[in-house]
């Protein structure tokens, strides 16, 4: 039978008596050598999850099926779990953002596919000071980030690079759904969006503003600026900024980047502004060189009735 402890007697757990010999001793000799064992396997690990070839893990998989571009995707854009990014350099500064060229590899074998990745600064390194005329009928979700992006706080101005670079993903993707020619979009992952490099190896296809069409190719050109401006503004869009500086020329397509800004023309009170705009800092470099001014005058007219449609 138990012997019942006295009144007086303190009370000790049976693991208290069992190790009384030594009241300091936390870790059995096993217990030692198991930790022991354990730290040396953990400081022999690579202290980062850098791959063993390349700059990062490729991002395919850190962003949401929404954040990746329209399926079909093509066959050139690597959705393998153990692609590496190169980074290769810089190919342009910007306002708001800057574009590099990077290189997407599986390793060990010839997939291989060179893209833009364009990445926003946030709201308090960017030199972009007229944000909020574009802004106009754009709103956050949550009435949270709306108050840190007018605060200013660190958390709100990474909200903004953030609006910034998922806006110009989801024009991307739904002006190449209507066949407008725009890069395809490969995914956004926070402020970096990926997407198709135009160009040819490493050297991007010259600005339009570069370009000295003359004949047949300024003809096609202009044609394809007016389809590009029509699908545009039947999808209510206008591109905010458009110009022989953002619009390429690759193989004798003409290809418009950097929709960020992109104008909701219902939305927006200065749309049709915008809409003007375009029309007009477009059709005057292609009136300098040739298309007659009444034929761009015809497609403002054009599109202002295609915004006037309801």
Known sequence: MPRKRQPSEPFQSTKRRERDHN????FSDDDRERYESMRTVFDE????????????????WESEPLQRGPE???????TDHGAVDYELGILKTGKEADVFLIERVVPGTDQAVIMASKRY??????QFNRAGDYTVGRAAKRSRDNRAMAKRTTFGLEQAAGRWAAAEFDALKR???VGVP??????????EVLMEFIGHDRTAA???AETRPDGDELESLWEQASEALRRMTELGFAHGDLSPYNTVVHEGRLVVLDLPQVVDIYANPLGMDFLTRDVENLGSWFSNRGIAREVVNDLHAEVLALAAKP
């Open 23 to 26: 009241p300091h001793e936390v």
């Open 45 to 60: 690990m690579p202290n980062d999850d850098r791959p063993p070839a390349g700059d990062r893990w490729s991002i395919w």
């Open 175 to 177: 002006l190449y759904n």
């Open 206 to 208: 010259p600005r339009l």
């Open 182 to 191: 725009v890069p395809y979009p490969v995914q956004v992952h926070g402020t």
């Open 121 to 126: 600064r946030s709201a308090e390194h960017t």
């Open 72 to 78: 079909p995707h093509p066959d050139w854009v690597i």
